[in-house]
T-cell receptor, first 113, second 117 residues
Framework: KNQVEQSPQSLIILEGKNCTLQCNYTVSPFSNLRWYKQDTGRGPVSLTIMTFSENTKSNGRYTATLDADTKQSSLHITASQLSDSASYIC????????????FGKGTRLSVIA | GAGVSQSPSNKVTEKGKDVELRCDPISGHTALYWYRQSLGQGLEFLIYFQGNSAPDKSGLPSDRFSAERTGGSVSTLTIQRTQQEDSAVYLCASLETSINPRTDTQYFGPGTRLTVL
């Protein structure tokens, strides 16, 4: 069964600190992995997209890594800001093209002053 | 340009009533998805439309759920005889086709929060 597991479920950090969110998947055959940020009351917004040949991708203070062998991904947030408080969702595509995706339940990040 | 829009933003209904949720995708996007997100849960795929192809309805939880997409643009998700477990945020996303389909990005609407009393 295709699944995406994220950890931790929730996380609280101080402003300015770094943090790393984890995503493990069993989706096969793998096509790509996406990290989304979802602010409360808003739709998810894409942060990064990686295919099997990509090990790391950055978007500002966000850096995603992918290990297709161990089927693990991480999202590292550097120098966190209060506006980083949101849910971060890992999404894996089982096939290329316009096909349904498998979503993790997300990690709820709270950045406090 | 405008993003994906959804209406209404909030809907409260009584158990047993029918509801219609609307999604206006980004102009030119050929693919459109519906998802729902229950409180504390991840996104659950419901249905997707790709151009003029028959929609993939494999995610619809019951025959009370249906969706259509008129003229390849606006889509309506209909829930008949709503139940309390239908309460969730219903998200719509449209897809921009890129040269490399493996890097397509979905654009999400703000969602409709449905509450069934």
């Amino acid at each position: 069964k295709n699944q995406v597991e994220q950890s931790p479920q929730s996380l609280i950090i101080l402003e300015g600190k770094n943090c790393t969110l984890q995503c493990n998947y069993t989706v096969s055959p793998f096509s790509n992995l996406r990290w989304y940020k979802q602010d409360t009351g808003r739709g998810p917004v894409s942060l990064t997209i990686m295919t099997f040949s990509e090990n790391t991708k950055s978007n500002g203070r966000y850096t995603a890594t992918l290990d297709a062998d161990t089927k693990q991904s991480s999202l590292h947030i550097t120098a966190s800001q209060l506006s980083d408080s949101a849910s971060y969702i890992c999404v894996v595509s089982a096939r290329s093209g316009n096909t349904p995706l498998v979503f993790g339940k997300g990690t709820r990040l709270s950045v406090i002053a | 340009g405008a993003g994906v829009s959804q209406s209404p933003s909030n809907k409260v209904t009584e158990k047993g009533k029918d509801v219609e949720l609307r999604c206006d995708p980004i102009s030119g996007h050929t693919a459109l998805y519906w998802y729902r997100q229950s409180l504390g849960q991840g996104l659950e795929f419901l249905i997707y439309f790709q151009g003029n192809s028959a929609p993939d309805k494999s995610g619809l939880p019951s025959d009370r759920f249906s969706a259509e997409r008129t003229g390849g643009s606006v889509s309506t998700l209909t829930i008949q005889r709503t139940q309390q477990e239908d309460s969730a945020v219903y998200l719509c996303a449209s897809l921009e086709t890129s040269i490399n389909p493996r890097t397509d990005t979905q654009y999400f609407g703000p969602g409709t929060r449905l509450t069934v009393l």
